[in-house]
């Protein structure tokens, strides 16, 4: 049985509503409190979801620490790989660090997804700097990075020796400089089973040379940024060959712990040959039990194999920007960078 119930309210217009007259039963009593219970957490759940997919794709980079342990600005935030990684950077950068106090922003003469018509600078290092709030009346710049691994191992370890130089690729060889670099070039062991780049570009970038930048206002921004010695954050991924490979780790090593005040965020298995056995040689190396207090592995091996393969005769694949393959990816490598916090 229903009754009819009227309330007024201060400032409010009356308002009638129906209201049950008896109480439910016992017997039902339990089956509602279980179907309210599940609507409730099943409404956490989502708002748990939702807040933590907002905070990884926002600008989370406010609160994370350079090394665990430390909650200071991110300031220099540095990604490495091929092709791929170089795309990932761009769509970080242009669209993941974008929001409503973000004020100014300025770009190397390099940045850019390829650059077709300048092949010196398509295998280039990149750099992107931002300006913006900390709060309501500190300005900080933060620099990304973007650092193009070219296949040798020794290009990996140079760039941890001065992480602040940029590099780009050489323009055009004579003939006889390109003879003269094919007869040294080693062909067999660096590139088995690996994608072999074209003679002109491992030429082009064995063949680096500093950036020389003109910009006033990039250079303003450079000016301007707080200068450091070493990333708060390397996010490393496979270069051309898959450098740094499975045989390659004590390289690897070294840099990590040579640079203790950076966190090192490592995915061996990004995109390209993406081949079970070269996921095989990296898991038989025991690497992603390594203990380094600055080194976190991310293990992408389950997303990598779904896509087509990346390795030998049957070419680069190159993952959309922004697709599915890109966004996993990267929430799980920047989880890592957040799990830092606690």
Not at 37 to 43: E, I, T, W, Y
Not at 121 to 131: G, H
Request: proline share 5%; glycine share 6%.
């Amino acid at each position: 049985m229903l009754r009819h119930t009227t309330i007024a309210t201060k400032g409010i217009e009356k308002s009638t509503f129906t209201i049950p007259e008896q109480i439910p039963s016992k017997e039902r009593r339990p089956k509602r409190l279980v179907r309210n219970g599940m609507v409730l957490v099943l409404g956490m759940l989502i708002c748990l979801t939702l807040i933590s997919h907002f905070v990884l794709l926002s600008f989370t980079e406010d609160l994370v620490p350079p090394t665990c342990g430390r909650k200071e600005p991110l300031t220099w935030i540095m990604f490495m790989g091929d092709s791929n990684m170089r795309n990932t950077y761009n769509w970080w950068t242009s669209t993941k660090i974008h929001q409503p106090k973000r004020l100014e922003f300025s770009k190397s003469s390099t940045y850019g997804i390829d650059k077709h018509n300048d092949f010196g600078r398509r295998w280039a290092d990149q750099e992107y700097l931002v300006k913006r709030n900390i709060n309501d009346t500190n300005m900080s710049t933060v620099r990304y990075s973007f650092r193009f691994l070219h296949g040798n191992v020794a290009e990996f370890v140079n760039d941890s020796n001065d992480w602040n130089i940029a590099r780009v690729g050489a323009i055009f060889p004579k003939p006889e400089q390109m003879a003269e670099f094919l007869q040294t070039e080693d062909t067999e062991t660096l590139w088995k089973g690996a994608n072999r780049p074209s003679d002109f570009a491992l030429w082009a970038t064995k063949n680096q040379q500093p950036i020389n930048e003109t910009s006033k206002k990039f250079m303003t921004f450079m000016k301007n940024w707080d200068k450091k010695n070493d990333p708060d954050v390397v996010i490393l991924t496979q270069g051309w060959g898959g450098v740094p490979r499975s045989h390659e780790l004590d390289s690897v090593r070294m840099v990590v712990k040579n640079n203790p005040h950076t966190l090192f965020i490592w995915s061996p298995l990004y995109v390209t040959d993406n081949t079970p056995e070269r996921h095989e040689t990296y898991v038989e190396s025991k690497i992603y039990n390594w203990t380094e207090p600055n080194l976190r592995m991310v293990d992408l091996w389950d997303l990598a194999k779904k896509l087509p393969l990346s390795s030998g005769q049957h070419g680069v694949h190159h993952i959309g920007i922004g697709g599915a393959h890109m966004k996993k990816s990267m929430e799980r490598i920047w989880n890592e960078v957040v799990a830092c916090l606690f």
